[in-house]
């Protein structure tokens, strides 16, 4: 049977990243979590496939999460991902309820109540994916984008509060936005994430 390694070696990648590598050695070990190694394959086979026709970095039948906000140029798509990458941590809670945010009819979670909550802000016409914006953001408007609809509030909101402003002072005192053709090659850069 045919391996991840060998298809991404296809694809001009090295052989098997020591991510892959550390990912493997997790899984052939772990009692309570499995993975389909058929959907690995498959998966790996239509992004093979993807880059093959359409080149690395199409669109083309690429998965479009339902709350990434609609209409962002490349800038603000990176501002998003650079927000959400801020304020990715701990979703633990104490209580058997969790952070629940309702977005689109749909009751999220975890890692996707925090994204729904920033979306539902910028749908209110809030760019909250702006430094300008969360670097000047009061805890109570902070608080009022967190609104969960359970009793359990988003967890260590003061501490997400902190990293933005934090953040948002560090991007205005390099002066530098976050523009797409200031990034290094992304594939590079990619690969030098799955080398580590």
Not at 21 to 41: C, E, L, N, P, Y
Not at 64 to 85: A, H, I, Q, R, S
Not at 93 to 99: E, G, M
Request: aromatic share 8%; with cysteine; glycine share 6%.
């Amino acid at each position: 049977m045919e391996d991840v390694g060998s298809i991404i070696g296809r694809a001009g990648k090295p052989s098997i990243p020591s991510v892959l590598m550390s990912a493997k050695f997790i899984v052939s070990r772990a009692q309570h979590v499995t993975i389909s190694q058929d959907g690995v394959m498959q998966t790996a086979r239509k992004l093979l496939g993807n880059m093959e026709n359409e080149g690395v970095g199409s669109v083309k039948g690429a998965y479009v999460d339902p709350l990434e906000p609609p209409g962002l140029n490349k800038e603000e798509v990176l501002e998003w991902l650079f927000l959400l990458d801020t304020l990715n941590f701990c979703f633990w809670s104490d209580s058997p309820a969790l952070f629940t945010v309702r977005h689109q009819d749909r009751l999220w979670t975890g890692f996707r109540s925090m994204c729904a909550a920033l979306a539902r802000a910028v749908q209110a016409g809030l760019p909250v994916y702006r430094p300008s914006v969360y670097g000047s953001m009061t805890l109570e408007q902070f608080r009022g984008i967190f609104q969960s609809e359970t009793d359990v509030p988003i967890p260590l909101l003061e501490r997400r509060l902190r990293n933005l402003h934090e953040a948002a002072a560090v991007l205005n005192e390099v002066r530098s936005p976050l523009k797409h053709h200031e990034l290094p090659n992304h594939h590079k850069v990619v690969a030098d994430i799955l080398k580590a």
